[in-house]
């Protein structure tokens, strides 16, 4: 009979089996990655390892996606990478810290609420460029040290190790869910490894691992305004970055596991970590997608999964670096490229001829952005606003006017569709002001006044017929569009005629 234990969470019951063996296939997974997102930064392998740990434990203790794993990233890394090189750690440690606050001010300005404003063609091209990024990233494990293709026997035994990592994590779940299926593959493969005396590249041929206890340190940089300057940049990158990548991967998260999980308490949390892991000689980090979905996959779906992982990452490095420093790098690569087949929405090229062209642009131009940049939250915002672009026009070129005269001689306008400043070209063109009888009646009950330059064009056309002698009324303005008019009138002269309360008439012609 299954075991639960409630931990942290109330609402969510906890598999301690499936959470601990899904925590330590997590820890092994995130070891290369941490060494070699540290590597990228300029900076030691433990400071990789160290930010790993810091901020897998405080977002999973604290943070408002159980579940969700999050370490040392990429975009993190690429981020700091010039910093890094011209100031050195110390100022790395300062700019995490900094960056940490930012999130967390966001948190509690409950800014994560915003993160909704993605829309979906976004994310496809977001996950489809990680899931070609975390790909194109295990290739460089086919490669020798001068960056050469391995050839002859050590790239047929390596492939072969990474086909069969790959071909257990596939089939075992087809027989049994017992134990998870990426751990399974990384412990058989290891122990062909040692056991046949295979060689072939190990956790250790990258970096040592070996180390102690994160170390307090408050970071040595002046506190001058000139540094602040200098940090404040790179801190809002990082921020921005991270905040972008964990509540997108909370959403995902989300989706795959029928649950929802609380944003503004992630960014809390992911602050919070950062702040922590800049005092404590680490790198910074954020939610992390390829092993979330690792974690997820295996069934994990509350805190103690990742609570397991870090700890364990910190239990390799104090005591178990000479056992990890042996596990193949095959069964890890297995494991990633699993991981981007995984996490490549297939569903979103069997919708190209159904989607609109317009979300397939965003979608691909994202993804574009996402693998060639490396820059995801730039990814993010181009596809927000081309997104964005595209409503706009699709609702400008909707806006309509139905146009009659009625028994006393007066020609009514009925708008449909939003008034706003992508429309109001169109909007202009549907009168005709020298034909026009003397009273016209421009109707918005299908309509709504959205900004100012629909105010502006209100204050316009009524000008116009008023140059001619002629009478306009405005009818069934709503309440928020006739709370926009009346605050208008402070700033600009809004010329609506014949209504001594607000300038609109709302219910039509008074007889």
Wanted: with cysteine; charged share 15%.
């Amino acid at each position: 009979m299954k075991k639960y234990f409630n931990l942290f969470d109330l609402s969510q019951k906890v598999n301690y089996k499936t959470e601990v063996l899904s925590g330590l296939t997590v820890a092994l997974a995130l070891v290369p990655e941490a060494v070699a997102f540290a590597l990228i930064a300029g900076l030691s392998p433990l400071t990789g390892l160290y930010a790993a740990f810091m901020m897998g434990l405080v977002t999973s203790i604290l943070g408002g996606r159980p579940g969700m794993i999050s370490g040392a990233t990429g975009a993190v890394a690429i981020v700091l990478v010039t910093l890094a090189k011209s100031h050195g750690p110390e100022y790395i440690f300062a700019t995490v810290i900094f960056a940490g606050l930012i999130q967390m001010a966001a948190g509690f300005l409950k800014l994560g609420k915003f993160i909704r404003l993605v829309p979906h063609p976004v994310i496809f091209g977001f996950v489809n460029g990680l899931a070609i990024i975390i790909f194109v990233s295990q290739l460089d494990q086919f490669k020798s040290a001068d960056g050469t293709w391995l050839r002859g026997e050590t790239l047929y035994i390596l492939l072969g190790l990474v086909l069969l990592t790959m071909l257990i994590i596939w089939g075992l779940p087809k027989f049994t869910k017992a134990i998870p299926a990426s751990l399974t593959a990384i412990l058989v493969v290891f122990g062909l490894v040692i056991f046949l005396g295979i060689d072939t590249k190990t956790v250790g041929d990258i970096a040592s691992i070996q180390g102690g206890f994160p170390p307090f340190n408050i970071p040595s940089v002046p506190f001058t305004w000139e540094n602040i300057m200098l940090i404040l940049p790179y801190a809002s990158i990082v921020a921005g970055v991270g905040l972008i990548e964990s509540l997108l991967t909370l959403n995902i998260i989300d989706e795959i596991t029928e649950t929802r999980g609380r944003s503004n308490k992630e960014a809390i949390a992911q602050g919070t970590a950062n702040v922590l892991s800049g005092f404590f000689s680490g790198m910074g980090g954020c939610a992390m997608i390829g092993q979330s979905l690792i974690n997820v996959s295996n069934g994990a779906r509350a805190r103690l999964s990742g609570i397991v992982a870090s700890v364990m990452l910190l239990v390799f490095v104090m005591y178990g670096s000479a056992l990890i420093e042996q596990v193949p790098m095959a069964a890890l690569t297995g494991l990633m490229i699993m991981v981007a087949i995984g996490t490549f929405e297939w569903a979103s090229l069997r919708t190209f001829r159904r989607m609109p062209k317009s979300d397939i642009f965003v979608m691909v131009m994202v993804t574009l952005v996402t693998v060639f940049l490396h820059n995801l939250a730039l990814a993010v915002i181009i596809g927000v606003i081309i997104a964005a672009l595209v409503f706009a026009w699709d609702n400008a070129i909707r806006i309509r006017a139905r146009k009659r005269t009625d028994a006393d001689g007066v020609k009514h306008y009925e708008i449909y569709g939003p008034l706003f400043f992508g429309s109001v070209a169109a909007f202009n063109e549907k009168f005709d002001v020298l034909s026009d009888p003397e009273k016209v009646i421009i109707d918005f009950q299908e309509s709504r006044v959205v900004d100012m330059s629909a105010i502006e064009a209100l204050n316009k056309i009524t000008e116009r017929y008023d140059k001619v002698g002629k009478t306009v009324l405005l009818k069934h303005l709503s309440p928020d569009c006739r709370k926009l008019l009346k605050n208008a009138e402070k700033i600009i002269d809004v010329n609506v005629l014949e209504d001594p309360t607000y300038k609109v008439l709302a219910d039509g012609l008074s007889k």
